[in-house]
């Protein structure tokens, strides 16, 4: 790791004199590791990685509590990389991972600790602050039976994560755009909630200044309150017995362990502990376990961890809970009560059609206008029920536009991890001609091309679609997703 120093900043005086209270014994260490330069890492798609054509050397070394992830040396760019579009890997602060090490833990009934673990996967879940989907995908990826429900109520941010949600190409996410209250329109609905709270920031002070510039004490009391708000809204929609993992990245113990504190008393729920393992490289590393009363969390904190700052706590829900605040927000479910469902059955030829694109069984197709969409069979009927409620931006795979009884594939459909590619003719790109069409050029026509739809892809993994209208191949990527960084 490099020690030197990068940032220029200077912390706020409000912060450090916290930082000076809470470590006392640690401070000069903590506030000198926060100039430090960020580390960089990526979480492996496990469903894309082991496809990847070439070298099948795994990038960088691992971080420890994540089987997927992986510290890089450096900073590529990640833009320039055709392997980042086609969704093979994500670009996400390490010590974020820890949630796949927590999942592992209480999807393994002999791992974790009282009470008593969940002993079957959640059948479904809601990441309910989600974009852009760092979190999301690796509960996709962790549970790909589960249906997982990524909202974000800020429309801006709503497209991005669709757009890493459909790269990451496991065809088991929900995107809703709704605010955190209308979800108790949904009581006992979801087995894991995860709340990634948004929240004071203060494990980014390393890697975006800004953060420290934004930072301000009224900013994080204001923060606190609104996580509570927040965590008032989703509760309910939590099944007995079902568990919250609420996480911030900051330090801040008004955001952090307090109100799992104020949550534990308004709810009757109880803290999960984690148990650690035996190998040294969690004890070397030191993710901090906050002990405080009730309430259990994990601290990751910069001059301990390799990564940046983060709080997780588990929440499981009992059965005989209550309701934080005193009260339901009903309002929501009254006025969601009479929305009617836009999923149609689907056109039985186009689904026949587009059926042979896919490896697989256990799926089902539903259409919103002319949209043709796929998803397990086992969700289609919560996506339904949920249709009825909350605003669902997309969901499961689209794949294609139904015109007369052609199928114009999406480009979702070539970053479904079940397409058969041996369906559509290839082009394998080089790693020129892929930039080149991630920045919507058209491809040359090589020789003895057949006419139609072909499938583009860079060391194995698909990138979208081209048409051969026999001059030329038609660019089909999306518009919205181009690239448009020069070359280096
Ligand atoms: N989970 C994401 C990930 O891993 O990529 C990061 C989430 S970020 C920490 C918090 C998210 O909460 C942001 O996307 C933000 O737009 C959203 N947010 C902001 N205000 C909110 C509110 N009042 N209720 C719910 N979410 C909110």
Redesign the pocket.
């Known amino acids: 790791m490099n020690s030197s120093q990068h940032n220029f900043t200077p912390l706020p005086d409000a912060f450090s004199r916290r930082i000076r209270e809470q470590f006392p014994d640690s401070h000069p260490d903590f506030i000198a590791a926060l100039d430090r330069p960020p580390l960089t890492s990526i979480r492996l798609n496990p469903h894309k990685w082991s496809r990847i054509q070439g070298s099948q050397d795994l990038p960088g070394d691992p971080v420890p509590w994540s089987i997927n992830g992986r510290f890089l040396q450096e900073r590529p760019s990640f833009t320039l990389d055709p392997l980042f579009h086609a969704g093979s890997y994500y670009v996400q602060e390490a010590s974020?991972m820890f949630l796949e090490y927590v999942l592992s833990r209480l999807a393994n009934p002999k791992q974790a600790e009282s009470p008593a673990p969940a002993e079957s996967p959640p059948g479904i879940i809601l990441?309910?602050?989600?974009?852009?989907?760092?979190?999301s995908t690796l509960l996709a990826a962790f549970f790909p039976e589960s249906l997982v429900v990524a909202n974000?109520?800020?429309r801006s941010?709503v497209s991005p994560l669709m757009e890493n949600s459909i790269k990451w190409g496991t065809g088991n996410l929900v995107v809703t755009q709704n605010?955190?209250s209308h979800f108790s329109a949904l009581p006992g609905f979801f087995d894991l909630i995860l709340t990634?709270?948004?929240?004071s920031g203060e494990g980014l002070f390393r890697k975006d200044p800004s953060a420290r510039l934004e930072w301000s004490a009224d900013n994080a009391t204001h923060c606190s309150l609104?996580q509570r708000s927040?965590l008032t809204g989703l509760w309910p929609a939590l099944k007995p017995g079902g568990y919250l993992i609420y996480t911030t990245?900051t330090f801040n113990p008004e955001e952090n362990e307090r109100n799992v504190a104020w949550l534990l008393g308004e709810t009757g729920g109880e803290c999960v502990r984690i148990d650690m393992p035996d190998d040294s490289s969690y004890h070397q590393n030191s993710i901090h376990e906050v002990a405080d009363g009730s309430v259990t969390g994990y601290g990751f904190y910069p001059h301990r961890t390799p990564g940046e700052g983060f709080f997780l706590s588990v929440i499981r829900k009992n059965t005989n809970d209550h309701v934080p605040g005193g009260k339901t927000a009903r309002s929501h479910s009254r006025r969601a009560a009479g929305r009617a469902s836009h999923i149609q059955s689907p056109d039985p030829a186009a689904a026949s059609n587009a059926g042979k694109w896919f490896n697989g069984s256990g799926f089902n197709w539903y259409q919103i206008r002319e949209r043709l969409f796929r998803i397990k069979s086992s969700h289609l009927h919560t996506l339904e029920h949920l249709s009825g409620v909350l605003t669902i931006r997309y969901a499961g795979t689209e794949v294609g536009r139904v015109i007369r009884d052609e199928v114009l594939p999406a480009p979702a459909a070539a970053l479904d991890i079940h397409l058969d590619s041996a369906v559509f003719p290839m082009i394998d790109c080089s790693l020129e001609d892929a930039l080149g069409y991630l920045r919507r050029e058209n491809l040359a026509v090589p020789p003895d091309a057949k006419q139609g739809w072909h499938l583009v892809r860079y060391q194995g993994l698909a990138l979208g679609w081209t048409k051969n209208i026999g001059k030329r191949m038609n660019n089909y990527y999306p518009s919205g997703w181009r690239i448009r960084k020069a070359p280096q």
Do not use: M
């Open positions: 974020s990441d309910a602050c989600a974009a852009p989907g760092g979190k974000e109520v800020i941010r605010d955190p990634d709270a948004p929240c609104r927040i990245c």
